[in-house]
C-alpha cells in the first residue's frame, strides 16, 4: 500500500510518563545515647521508615526517619535494655534525563527503597557512654510528569471498520510517498 503526504496526519498525545530518574547507596552513622552504659551490643534494628520527596533543581531531595533500636547488656553484663532513638536524614539524588521542559508544578515524585534501611554494626564508643550505629540504605525515585507524543495517523483506505479486523496484513508494510 503507498500513502502520499495528503493521506498522513500528525497528532499530540498528552499522557503522563517517567521524565527523570536516580537511585542512591548510602551508609550513615549514628549516635544513640543509651539511658545506661552498656557493656556489650545484643543486637541493632531499624523500622518505621517514613519519608517523602520534592524536586530542587536537577535532583530529588528525600526526606525521611526512622526509628534505631539497640539491645545492650549494662551493670558488667547482668542486666539488658533497649535504647531507641528516631533519627533523620536528607538524601540528594541527582536526577537523570530529567526533561527540562517539563512544568515543575505538575510533577509527581515517586520513591522505591531498593534496601530498606538496614543496620550493618553497632559498637560502643571509646568512652563506654554511647553505640554508633552504621546503617545502609538504597533509594530510586522518578519524577512523572505529563509530556506530549506525537504520532503519525493515515487514512488507509475507504474499508469499513469490520474489514480491517479480516485483513491481519493491512498493517504490514506501508510506503509514504513524497510529493
Partial sequence: MV???????????????????????????????????????????????T????????YVEVHGRFDVNVWYSFNGNSETGVAKDTVSYVEQIALRDLDPGLARDSMQVEVRQLQSPNCLDATITGNGSEILVR???????????????????????EKKDDEYLEDDGMLDEVEIEES
Avoid: F
Wanted: overall charge negative.
Fill in 3 to 49: 500513502l502520499s503526504n495528503k493521506d498522513v496526519t500528525y497528532r499530540e498525545i498528552v499522557a503522563n510518563a517517567v521524565c527523570g530518574r536516580g537511585s542512591k547507596y548510602s551508609q550513615t552513622t549514628y549516635t544513640i545515647r543509651p539511658a545506661n552504659r552498656p557493656s556489650t551490643i545484643g543486637g541493632c534494628w531499624v523500622m518505621n521508615h
Fill in 135 to 157: 546503617v545502609e540504605k538504597e533509594l530510586s525515585v522518578e519524577v512523572i510528569g505529563p509530556t506530549k507524543l506525537t504520532v503519525m495517523t493515515a487514512e488507509l483506505s
Fill in 51 to 58: 519519608y517523602d520527596a520534592d524536586v530542587v533543581g536537577d
